[in-house]
């Protein structure tokens, strides 16, 4: 199909493969939809899978409101050997002797939950972090040193989920599950594991299994979407967590011309996040009257017709909802039979 500009105004959750990089992804959504406005919302190296975002048409705008939300992982971690991007797909640099530790169902049960809490991260020499407007990745290619400056991050939650290699019969690996702030490396997570064990060590796999609120359960895979098309389209609200508003249709007149809303006309309503599978129609469960006051600065999404509008922002001083996000068509909300 011929890739143009299309009526299409939505969101999806692919489940990406190992082995394709984003970007792949988006070039094959864009021939699923025939449609050249798409983006994700959140790179994956080629070599993770799991959960990706991916808006379609004037959708695209929300990925600003989407990319800086927590994440979850579970990665594997292998021990003896350092690469130079941190992961297997790079040059092995460095190997060392595995601590008999690594081993230790106490130590290393013990160690994982010592990762909970904040810290500094120093980034991979290959990341898309840019200094002095080049990429991190493009300078190391090119065999450049680029000074990448530690990052606060935060790990809410460590799990250690299994231990392998005991035997020899497969490298010394632990599989780690993650919960963790934005911004925050899993490769040099892995990295600085086996500095502080002493072992050099590098991420042997990695699945992505949350992106803000949205699951591994809420994907499609890339066949599947090529089945069922728009019918995979996710509730933008489920994946904003952002509080909304029904606005009418005189409400709606105003919000195309981009006017400002008296705070006090609206209505804030927000959703609760159970597993999609028990909902009966993602367009309409678990949605209730907020009891939280506007909060100054906060982003509110529009709701008119059963699809997003607009996203306004809250000025407290003058007890206004302004416009930041004008949706002309509206982004569709999802349908309720997957």
């Given at each position: 199909?011929?890739?143009?500009?299309?009526?299409?105004?939505?969101?999806?959750?692919?489940?990406?493969?190992?082995?394709?990089?984003?970007?792949?992804?988006?070039?094959?959504?864009?021939?699923?939809?025939?449609?050249?406005?798409?983006?994700?919302?959140?790179?994956?190296?080629?070599?993770?899978?799991?959960?990706?975002?991916i808006c379609i048409g004037p959708a695209t705008r929300?990925?600003?409101?989407?990319?800086?939300?927590?994440?979850?992982?579970?990665?594997?971690?292998?021990?003896?050997?350092?690469?130079?991007?941190?992961?297997?797909?790079?040059?092995?640099?460095?190997?060392?002797?595995?601590?008999?530790?690594?081993?230790?169902?106490?130590?290393?049960?013990?160690?994982?939950?010592?990762?909970?809490?904040?810290?500094?991260?120093?980034?991979?020499?290959?990341?898309?972090?840019?200094?002095?407007?080049?990429?991190?990745?493009?300078?190391?290619?090119?065999?450049?040193?680029?000074?990448?400056?530690?990052?606060?991050?935060?790990?809410?939650?460590?799990?250690?989920?299994?231990?392998?290699?005991?035997?020899?019969?497969?490298?010394?690996?632990?599989?780690?599950?993650?919960?963790?702030?934005?911004?925050?490396?899993?490769?040099?997570?892995?990295?600085?594991?086996?500095?502080?064990?002493?072992c050099p060590a590098h991420v042997g796999a990695l699945?992505?299994?949350?992106?803000?609120?949205?699951?591994?359960?809420?994907?499609?895979?890339?066949?599947?979407?090529?089945?069922?098309?728009?019918?995979?389209?996710?509730?933008?609200?489920?994946?904003?967590?952002?509080?909304?508003?029904?606005?009418?249709?005189?409400?709606?007149?105003?919000?195309?011309?981009?006017?400002?809303?008296?705070?006090?006309?609206?209505?804030?309503?927000?959703?609760?996040?159970?597993?999609?599978?028990?909902?009966?129609?993602?367009?309409?469960?678990?949605?209730?009257?907020?009891?939280?006051?506007?909060?100054?600065?906060?982003t509110v999404a529009l709701v008119y017709d059963n699809?997003?509008?607009?996203?306004?922002?809250?000025?407290?001083?003058?007890?206004?909802?302004?416009?930041?996000?004008?949706?002309?068509?509206?982004?569709?909300?999802?349908?309720?039979?997957?």
């Amino acid at each position: 199909m011929k890739r143009g500009t299309t009526d299409l105004c939505l969101m999806v959750a692919v489940d990406k493969p190992s082995g394709m990089t984003s970007h792949d992804v988006v070039n094959r959504c864009r021939r699923i939809f025939g449609e050249r406005r798409v983006g994700h919302t959140g790179t994956l190296d080629p070599l993770a899978s799991g959960v990706l975002p991916i808006c379609i048409g004037p959708a695209t705008r929300l990925d600003n409101y989407l990319t800086g939300h927590d994440k979850s992982y579970i990665v594997s971690v292998i021990f003896g050997a350092a690469t130079d991007t941190d992961d297997c797909e790079g040059r092995v640099i460095r190997t060392g002797d595995v601590p008999d530790e690594v081993f230790d169902p106490f130590f290393a049960t013990t160690f994982v939950a010592s990762l909970v809490g904040k810290s500094k991260q120093l980034p991979p020499a290959y990341s898309a972090i840019k200094v002095d407007g080049v990429k991190a990745y493009d300078a190391a290619r090119k065999g450049r040193i680029i000074n990448l400056e530690p990052r606060d991050i935060e790990v809410y939650a460590a799990e250690l989920l299994g231990i392998y290699g005991a035997d020899g019969t497969e490298p010394a690996r632990w599989d780690i599950g993650f919960s963790v702030s934005k911004g925050t490396y899993i490769r040099a997570l892995a990295r600085d594991i086996g500095n502080a064990l002493g072992c050099p060590a590098h991420v042997g796999a990695l699945r992505r299994t949350k992106a803000g609120f949205i699951g591994l359960d809420d994907c499609v895979s890339l066949e599947t979407l090529e089945e069922i098309g728009e019918r995979a389209a996710l509730d933008p609200l489920r994946a904003l967590g952002l509080r909304f508003v029904y606005v009418n249709q005189s409400q709606a007149e105003r919000v195309s011309h981009g006017n400002a809303l008296p705070a006090a006309e609206l209505t804030l309503c927000e959703r609760s996040f159970g597993a999609l599978a028990d909902e009966i129609c993602a367009c309409t469960s678990g949605v209730r009257e907020s009891c939280a006051p506007w909060e100054d600065g906060e982003t509110v999404a529009l709701v008119y017709d059963n699809r997003i509008i607009a996203l306004y922002q809250y000025q407290q001083d003058k007890a206004l909802c302004v416009s930041r996000c004008v949706f002309p068509r509206g982004v569709a909300r999802g349908y309720g039979d997957l």
